[in-house]
């Protein structure tokens, strides 16, 4: 028998599909063939649970929606659908046009694809994906989007440029800080030399995607998120794919360019030359809370509780970079035991010698009880043994109340977080690192 999630930290299929496509540049259309709730919901919450992440074009409460009722699901839903379909077109300026599913239409058997074929001759395109939220989470969603628009609306070329690379594995709404995250990676690679694209990243259109199969080269920023779209690339438009870890910092930075120039037949002397640069400009920032750092003595024990992507990155920063102790960490996505092996190995080898406990948990409540495991509550008789104190805790908004109880600090990193609006903000590259001490040292300090 199955269990309930305590407070999961992301939506359903069709909510995934459904923010990663208001990510994408342009007049892009979502039609979800599902019930009015269906939208609503995850309208409201793709927004407001990512740090106010506001609408954009025909998303949020503007998405078409066949609001099916009791009726279509005992008769089937399959004309109304058309009769969407129909008018969405003739109201919505779109360059692209996409049909979702949600659980109840896909249950009772209404064959999707099948009417949307019939718009096979409309002069802009109009695909079918399905996203009944059984599929899986927000993730999974991300990848069926991916993997529909390699299939149906990337434009196959024999022809690859050398130059040119695509990236994945970074999850609109999924990762708060997807646009500057991005931006952030981009400007990186091109000063190696690479030719990149994001797809949701800033000044790129459509047409980056549709052309995205001339790309020599797929980096997948994930050991989880993306591989399924980098296998799809590869099946059809023949482009091998590596992946990395998602870098923040120094030391995860300078890998992180290793490792693509290397795979992309860039030189290790221009490699060099853009590490060096960027490490100078790092440190001459980091210099200027160096005081700040060991005069009131900030180093903190740390739990982080995060995605596949963020928690592995975070913790290594902490560590090698500032110094910290991320000794409990909590990854809240739904792994299989091979994505699981794959990301304990990012907490491997830390040059500090750390080594965190990991544990994979998607259920809020259990949170406390791990960090139990490792640091017992100590009995006010009992005799005197070390504590997880001074602590900070870097987690989503759902791990505020968690900080208080133990007496630590908190920065929402990752999804859902509602106690922040992000604007123009990445945790991404040497960037990124700055920017997440500030946000630490800006807690530790907002008290004095």
């Known amino acids: 028998m199955g269990s309930i999630i305590d407070r999961p930290r992301f939506t359903c299929t069709l909510g995934g599909a459904l923010g990663t496509l208001k990510a994408l540049p342009g007049k892009v259309v ?11 919901n995850l309208g409201y919450t793709i ?14 409460q503007a998405v078409s929606s066949t609001c099916v009722t009791e009726k279509d699901l005992i008769f089937g839903g ?12 003739e109201i919505m300026d779109g360059d692209l046009f996409v049909v979702m599913t949600a659980c109840m239409v896909e249950i009772v058997g209404d064959d999707v694809k099948s009417v949307v074929s019939r718009f096979s001759t409309n002069d802009k395109p109009v695909l079918a994906l399905e996203t009944g939220g059984f599929r899986g989470d927000s993730y999974d969603g991300y ?4 993997e529909t628009l390699v299939k149906d609306y990337v434009e196959p070329s024999q022809e690859k ?13 999924m990762d708060i800080f997807w646009k500057r995250d991005l931006s952030i990676l981009k400007e990186l690679l091109q000063e190696i030399g690479l030719e990149v694209n994001t797809f949701f990243g800033e000044f790129e259109t459509l047409e980056n995607l549709k052309y995205s199969s001339k790309a020599a080269l797929n980096i997948v920023v994930s050991d989880t998120y993306g591989i399924q779209t980098a ?38 002397k221009t490699i060099n030359r853009v590490i060096e640069k960027h490490r100078k400009e790092y440190y001459s920032y980091v210099e200027k809370v160096v005081d700040l750092y060991t005069d009131c003595d900030f180093q903190r024990y740390a739990a982080v509780i995060s995605d596949a992507n963020y928690a592995p990155a975070v913790s290594r920063y902490l560590s090698d970079d500032i110094g910290w102790i991320p000794d409990v960490i909590v990854i809240t996505d739904q792994l299989d035991e091979g994505e699981k092996e794959k990301v304990r190995k990012r907490f491997e080898n830390y040059k500090s010698g750390i080594a965190p406990h990991v544990f994979f948990d998607t259920d809020t409540g259990n949170v406390e009880d791990h960090l139990r495991e490792i640091w017992p509550v100590e009995e006010e008789d009992g005799e005197y043994h070390d504590s997880f104190d001074p602590a900070f805790v870097i987690g989503s908004s759902m791990d505020r109340e968690f900080a208080e109880r133990i007496g630590a600090l908190h920065l929402s990193v990752s999804y859902p977080i509602a106690n922040r609006v992000i604007i123009n903000k990445g945790y991404a590259g040497w960037e ?8 630490l040292f800006t807690q530790l300090v907002a008290c004095r």
Not at 161 to 173: Q, S, W
């Open 143 to 146: 990848d069926l989007l991916m």
């Open 231 to 268: 296998k799809c690339y590869e099946d059809i438009h023949h482009i091998p794919y590596i992946t990395t870890a998602f870098p923040i910092g120094d030391g995860a930075t300078a890998d992180f360019l290793y490792e693509v120039g290397n795979a992309a037949g860039i030189s290790e």
């Open 432 to 439: 990124g690192g700055l920017n997440m001490l500030e946000d």
């Open 47 to 60: 927004s407001l649970s990512a740090a106010y992440a506001g609408s954009g074009y025909a998303s949020n």
């Open 161 to 173: 440029n050398k130059k040119m690379v695509n990236l994945l594995g970074v999850v609109p709404i």
């Open 30 to 40: 979502p039609i979800i063939h599902a019930a009015p709730g269906c939208g609503g």
């Open 78 to 89: 399959e004309d109304r659908l058309e009769e969407q379909i129909e008018s969405t077109l």
